[in-house]
């Protein structure tokens, strides 16, 4: 079954009761038993609702996978993975990392004994020197938030298999549109699904999916444990969602493209960061592993002027600045002051953060108008 018949069918099936082609919003806390433990599948919906139910296999077969999770934020179901581990594991990730994840792993779960590296994981030496018997996570996200760079997931693979690791990857950038991370070795997928799988700017939640049978039953473990589980209205307008992801996915690459070539002929513009570009540093990594290179793009400005950055994200008028990405109407963000504010100045310096980096979430409105009102803010 090809991905576009997959977004719409998988996980979800006419109502028994009634026909109705949608699933229903199943709104109750509780199910009524025949006789004790004597139940139709469902109990009690923190441990499983319906709903959810039908989103988490709808996840789980747009991914590749068997098994879904779904949870009340993309920051939960990672909360739900570093849970698997014990004090004095290690985790490996990349120096250039989503602001909140970086802000779970160091000011959560740091302090309960877990260590984490970051390091530049484009250089695959580089995972390695700091890979030893204690690793038992390494933790990708690619393209990463927010430079864009492409991290080789069946070179990540690899390295985590050899050590006993586990490959765990953030897909939310790419979507299972643009990329499989499990086709590509990887043992757990991780969403913000409030992003593009969601794609309507209405909805927080995150996701996990494995095909590992134990991975599963800890990952069902620690959801049921520890109630960071999404509702069934939300599951229910994810579901909508994802019915279209593949026709937005088409629009928002389209849109990416030619928002990108245009911003690296703008004379104030210092560097694009978008890797559909031939001359980005892992180019040819992107194109082996992703069907596509999304709508996410990142671009500085000549001098390196905060002022200047700030000026710009606020004289636009079709891109709204905030918070967040992957919906529908186009976003503009300051990542210094915004998404990754929680990471110290001189660590996000370090990766490419820096004062001017202007963060895009191209939407799937008319190119042309976007591209205008880019024009007029860059003036």
């Not at 909805?203 to 069902?220: C, F, P, Q, R």
Request: proline share 4%; aromatic share 8%.
């Amino acid at each position: 079954m090809k991905f576009g018949t997959k977004a719409i069918h998988a996980g979800v099936h006419p109502d028994p009761t009634t026909g109705a082609i949608m699933t229903p919003i199943y709104q109750t806390s509780t199910y009524v038993q025949d006789g004790v433990g004597n139940h139709k599948g469902y109990e009690y919906s923190r441990t499983q609702n319906p709903t959810r139910h039908a989103l988490e296999k709808n996840i789980a077969a747009i991914e590749n996978g068997k098994f879904g999770a779904c949870f009340g934020s993309g920051l939960a179901a990672i909360d739900c993975v570093i849970k698997m581990l014990n004090p004095g594991d290690e985790v490996i990730s990349t120096n250039d990392l989503y602001g909140g994840s970086y802000r779970i792993f160091k000011t959560i779960f740091e302090k309960y004994g877990i260590v984490f590296h970051f390091v530049d994981m484009q250089n695959t030496s580089e995972v390695e020197r700091v890979l030893n018997k204690n690793t038992k996570i390494i933790w990708v996200e690619t393209p990463t938030n927010p430079m864009m760079n492409i991290i080789d997931i069946s070179a990540m693979s690899k390295i985590a298999k050899k050590s006993g690791a586990l490959l765990c990857v953030d897909n939310t950038f790419a979507t299972p549109y643009l990329q499989t991370p499990l086709d590509l070795g990887a043992d757990i997928v991780m969403h913000s699904v409030t992003k593009y799988l969601g794609g309507h700017s209405d909805v927080i939640m995150g996701a996990l999916v494995t095909s590992n049978d134990k991975i599963a039953d800890e990952m069902y473990r620690i959801q049921n444990s520890s109630g960071a589980v999404t509702g069934p209205m939300d599951s229910f307008l994810v579901l909508r969602g994802i019915k279209t992801l593949h026709l937005r996915m088409q629009r928002h690459c389209e849109n990416g493209e030619k928002i990108a070539h245009y911003l690296k002929t703008n004379s104030k513009i210092e560097k694009v960061y978008w890797p559909g570009f031939e001359d980005h540093p892992n180019h040819t990594i992107a194109k082996h592993q992703m069907r596509g290179f999304g709508g996410m793009i990142s671009f500085t400005l000549k001098g390196n002027n905060l002022e200047d950055a700030l000026t710009i994200v606020k004289k636009v008028k079709l891109f709204a600045l905030a918070e967040s990405l992957g919906g529908v109407e186009s976003l503009i963000g300051h990542p210094a002051t915004m998404t990754h504010a929680s990471i110290p100045k001189e660590v996000r310096e370090k990766s490419g953060v820096v004062d001017s980096l202007i963060r895009l979430s191209v939407g799937v409105e008319d190119v042309d108008d976007l591209i205008e009102d880019l024009k007029q803010a860059l003036i």
